[in-house]
């Protein structure tokens, strides 16, 4: 019996019989029927589409396969399509009608390659990590405010942690968390669930209670495409935060870590702020081309310094990121060998995806304050 | 010169020079040219879809027109259409690519019609009470709860007024907010922007300031169709906000209100129990076949009594809304024969719209506690 088969008939077994070999994914709309989950993780996906010519598939990122798959047409007008047993986690996904790239009606959309784009879950047996329960919740407060840097209305979306508004004179550390490319301050509630994940680990006492802050990673003013986030951070986000929460301000008491592109600007405004900053982490992204004189202008140049300065210097990877996997245990021995100290976390099985970014947080935030 | 012109041109001269006739929708996704909002107010929707036989807009609801309408396709795979100008405010659209729904990857999706769909937002020359000013902002918060009623995991948005951080102490009144039918308890902030009409509202002291939450009018039982939503109020969502936010829990202290189907969900839930509710908003809905002796359980049936109960029964309606508004001004007239007090509300020139309801609560707000 393949394996996710036998962890997803037991978990039916516990939670609730079902007659069916598949189900409704969690993600799909209310009493959307399709897409649907079969108990060894394949996924029966479903448009309506009568007139179109061709249908496809496309997965984003490589959990539900990494071609794009045809789909066939039924007399009735919906095309239908089902995938090899699928990786689980959080999967983009969107069809592909005659030419056009289309949403699923049937599943929720997340920002995600810079527009709107369906997305699907697929539970991954007993692992419950990620999943709202029956614990104390906080809360994610959505603060819209005026960038002094670009002049334009940004948003932050920000974590309060469980008990928050009771004892109205506790203070808080706060950590800073990016999201990737294409995505923007809504992927880390909507995608990553970084919410129920800090709730559950509050409740087994495995983390500080925390203030996580997060932004949209792109920042720049009308006509001028520079991206001007690392400002937006230390000159418009820290102060919001500092003034409008109650936090603790000192360096010792803030953290910053992003995903990919935002494992990029968490390092980078990081470590040129090492006055803000000394908690960080880096998921799915590493330091290239390591050199202790010369990166990031020379902050780990004197290891003894850099390590009594900055208190956790953490990397994630998932073991499926080829390519990347490689790269960061290489910086991750260079840094050892110039003395600096850091931690490389390795996420069995999983790619360049949330499932990877979820477990990142599992593990970095109970390192943290 | 048509009206709409004129003002769009004086808005332009106030806030930036613009030098085309036409100007990407504030709606659009980052970096989207279109869809593209011109002088008149006429849009350019363009959609790329190289292999589609026919591809059309769909209008969701008036504003943008009552029937599909055929785009055309240049060689370079993109189809466009021109609409003629657009009614102000928030508008729901789709496309139809060989009979497929097809959201547009260049705006945001918003819940509504059962599923993600796309909108746009036509600005209102002269107006701007629902934008983002430099005053004090509130925070709408995503409160998770597990509700006792259907088991099943749900979420309140909840609307905190600016400064109620500040002073721990200060208790505040609750307008409790429904959205309309397909759409669920993001519309209000998403498309209605209730945390920014709040914001301009209490910024020049024109309402008190209140904790506004939101949730979803939809309510069942796995395998059971019927709607538990009053249920859900009254046992789950009031004790919820009640624990949760330190509010006043009195009923001079609290109001419903709600849009279409929200507004028959808050009549039906404000009669049955006056006992928890002493404000009673109907936007876009009414009252239909009006019985002093046998609506809503006879609770007019003492006119005297229900008067001094109920401080505000409030009905509002856009001027283009047809048939509901007859309706509306007939209740409206059998309500003061029975010698029931009401307040009539009519937004004109607009339709079964967003702009009607976000009209609606800048009039309502000013009215409670």
């Not at 720049?220 to 495409?225: L, R, Y």
């Not at 109650?246 to 953290?255: G, I, K, P, S």
Request: glycine content about 8%; aromatic content about 12%.
């Amino acid at each position: 019996m393949h394996r996710h088969t036998f962890l997803f008939l037991a978990a039916c077994f516990i939670c609730a019989a079902q007659t069916s070999d598949s189900q409704p994914a969690s993600s799909n709309v209310r009493n959307a029927e399709y897409p649907r989950i079969h108990s060894d993780l394949r996924i029966t996906f479903r448009l309506k589409a009568p007139d179109a010519k061709t249908v496809k598939l496309h997965p984003g990122g490589d959990g539900l396969g990494k071609e794009d798959m045809k789909m066939t047409q039924a007399s009735d007008g919906f095309w239908t399509v089902t995938t090899d047993p699928a990786v689980p986690g959080f999967h983009y996904y969107w069809f592909l009608v005659d030419g056009a790239i289309v949403n699923d009606p049937a599943s929720e959309t997340y920002f995600g390659y810079g527009r709107p784009s369906s997305g699907i879950e697929i539970p991954e047996q007993g692992t419950d990590f990620y999943l709202p329960k029956d614990v104390p919740h906080g809360e994610i407060r959505i603060r819209p405010y005026l960038s002094k840097i670009t002049g334009e209305w940004r948003r932050a979306y920000v974590y309060t942690p469980p008990g928050y508004d009771v004892n109205s004179r506790k203070r808080y550390p706060v950590l800073y968390l990016q999201h990737g490319a294409g995505e923007d301050e809504r992927g880390w509630t909507a995608q990553g669930r970084v919410n129920f994940i800090l709730d559950n680990l509050l409740a087994e006492n495995k983390a500080k209670p925390m203030i996580i802050a997060m932004d949209r990673g792109y920042a720049s003013k009308p006509g001028d495409p520079a991206n001007l986030f690392e400002d937006v951070v230390v000159k418009d986000l820290i102060p919001l935060i500092d003034t409008s929460y109650r936090t603790l301000t000192d360096r010792e008491h803030r953290a910053m870590a992003g995903l990919s592109m935002g494992s990029g600007q968490a390092l980078q405004i990081t470590l040129h702020h090492l006055e803000l900053f000394s908690y960080i982490g880096a998921f799915s992204g590493t330091i290239r081309n390591f050199d202790a004189n010369s990166s990031y202008n020379g902050v780990f140049a004197d290891p003894v310094a850099f390590n009594r300065k900055v208190h956790l210097l953490w990397f994630g990877t998932g073991t499926a990121e080829n390519a990347l996997i490689a790269a960061t245990r290489a910086a991750h021995q260079a840094l050892e060998q110039a003395g600096i100290k850091s931690v490389l976390y390795e996420s069995q099985g999983t790619a360049h995806e949330w499932q990877t970014w979820r477990r990142d947080l599992r593990e970095f935030a109970p390192l943290l304050f």
